[in-house]
């Protein structure tokens, strides 16, 4: 790398040298930080056996899905709430500290052991809903897919 300074002050680097006399120079050192979800490798040697709370491993979970409401479906909730119903395979482990997360508009909403919940004050409009499967730490062990549905709430205009 190399580096020139022009009449202005101005800096600007460049891979191909402007002068023929003229000295690559070191780029700085870049910082690095291990990713704080991965594991260090003392936590994933092999005489290390894993802990009982470890949920990831302990549990796979092949899907989740939500049954209810459908993709697409316009609600009529006045009062802005209506029911959720998920389906997991295998079942929430909940003995294991396994939970449903259900997310409105990408955002955490409810939080269950039941797959059957009921969402509340949801505005008028449309929204998306997914949900996952967490374990008492918060790791995302499952994740369904995004539907969209459309509540529909009375109004009262006014003249």
């Known amino acids: 790398m190399y580096k020139q300074v022009?009449?202005?002050?101005?800096?600007?680097y460049s891979d191909v040298a402007t002068k023929k006399d003229?000295?690559?120079?070191?780029?700085?050192k870049v910082m690095t930080y291990p990713s704080p979800n991965s594991p260090s490798r003392a936590q994933t040697s092999q005489s290390d056996p894993p802990t009982p709370s470890d949920d990831i491993t302990t549990t796979r979970y092949a899907s989740i899905q939500i049954e209810q409401p459908a993709n697409g479906?316009?609600?009529?909730?006045?009062?802005?709430a209506f029911q959720v119903q998920l389906t997991?395979?295998?079942?929430?482990?909940?003995?294991?500290?396994?939970?449903?997360?259900?997310?409105?508009?990408?955002?955490?909403?409810?939080?269950?052991?039941?797959?059957?919940?009921?969402?509340?004050n949801v505005a008028r409009g449309p929204h998306t809903l997914s949900a996952q499967i967490q374990n008492r730490d918060g790791h995302i062990?499952?994740?369904?897919?995004?539907?969209?549905?459309?509540?529909?709430?009375?109004?009262?205009?006014?003249p």
């Open 22 to 28: 003229e000295k690559p120079i070191a780029p700085p």
């Open 6 to 12: 022009d009449e202005q002050g101005n800096i600007t």
């Open 73 to 80: 479906q316009a609600i009529r909730a006045n009062g802005g």
């Open 88 to 120: 997991s395979s295998p079942d929430l482990d909940s003995d294991a500290g396994h939970h449903y997360v259900i997310l409105l508009d990408g955002k955490t909403h409810q939080s269950s052991t039941v797959p059957g919940v009921e969402i509340a």
């Open 141 to 158: 062990l499952a994740n369904s897919s995004t539907i969209t549905v459309h509540v529909l709430r009375a109004s009262i205009r006014r």
